[in-house]
């Protein structure tokens, strides 16, 4: 079983609607989870992290995260074609400084 | 104006040769980290380091090596025990021990001709 699975996509959706992507985890222990955005050819970006559960807004995107089932989760409101790009969930390894990365999912947002 | 840097953006070399990839940071972060991307893959863990002089190995470590000898830089030599080392490398940062958000340089793209 992979630590950190991510629908690899690629994941469609019309300008303007909301997108929604996907992660879990197997690690129990991990405390802190990020969503990288990672354009083609280029290094990945950080855009959002949470810590605890719930929901957390920032702009147009919004994190969940559910340590009960081990998932968190990113949407995307108002989405636009700038958004296209390739989604990476990263979480911690409890006890080490390093985080496990799910393999990415591709976003496109068609005008 | 802070920031990680990579060099040199491209490079390509020829198979049996060792390469080093350079990673510096002015961030005064004290991690640093090393990955690599393979095309429509996620991000594997080479090496690591937490403080200066002292590095552990990732998932993937075999065929590389690093140093830490100053906080700053982290360079990666790609050895010729590397089997297939045409990839993405990617350099990253942690602002403080305990603090897990990393931050990325902007990547080394090597091909092994």
């Known amino acids: 079983q992979k630590e950190v699975e991510q629908n690899s996509g690629p994941l469609s959706v019309p300008e303007g609607a909301i997108a929604s992507l996907n992660c879990t985890y197997s690690d129990r222990g991990s405390q802190s989870f990020f969503w990288y955005r990672q354009y083609s050819g280029k290094s990945p970006e950080l855009i959002m992290s949470i810590y605890s559960n719930g929901d957390k807004e920032d702009g147009r995107f919004t994190a969940q995260l559910n340590k009960a089932s081990q998932y968190v989760s990113l949407l995307i409101r108002d989405s636009q074609p700038s958004d296209s790009a390739t989604y990476l969930c990263?979480?911690?390894?409890?006890?080490?400084?390093?985080?496990?990365f799910g393999q990415g999912t591709r976003l496109t947002i068609n005008p | 104006d802070g920031g990680i840097t990579q060099s040199p953006k491209y490079l390509f070399r020829k198979e049996g040769q060792n390469v080093t990839l350079s990673c510096e940071q002015n961030l005064n972060h004290d991690a640093m980290y090393w990955y690599r991307q393979d095309p429509g893959q996620g991000l594997r863990l080479i090496y690591y380091?937490?403080?200066?002089?002292?590095?552990q190995k990732g998932d993937i470590a075999e065929g590389y090596s690093v140093s830490r000898e100053k906080k700053e830089s982290f360079p990666l030599t790609v050895t010729s025990a590397q089997k297939n080392p045409t990839a993405f490398y990617l350099c990253?940062?942690?602002?403080?021990?305990?603090?897990?958000?990393?931050?990325f340089g902007p990547g080394t793209r090597l091909t092994v001709l």
């Open positions: 990263a979480v911690n390894v409890q006890g080490a400084q390093k985080l496990v």
């Open positions: 380091s937490q403080i200066v002089n002292d590095f």
């Open positions: 990253a940062s942690t602002r403080a021990l305990g603090r897990n958000e990393q931050f």
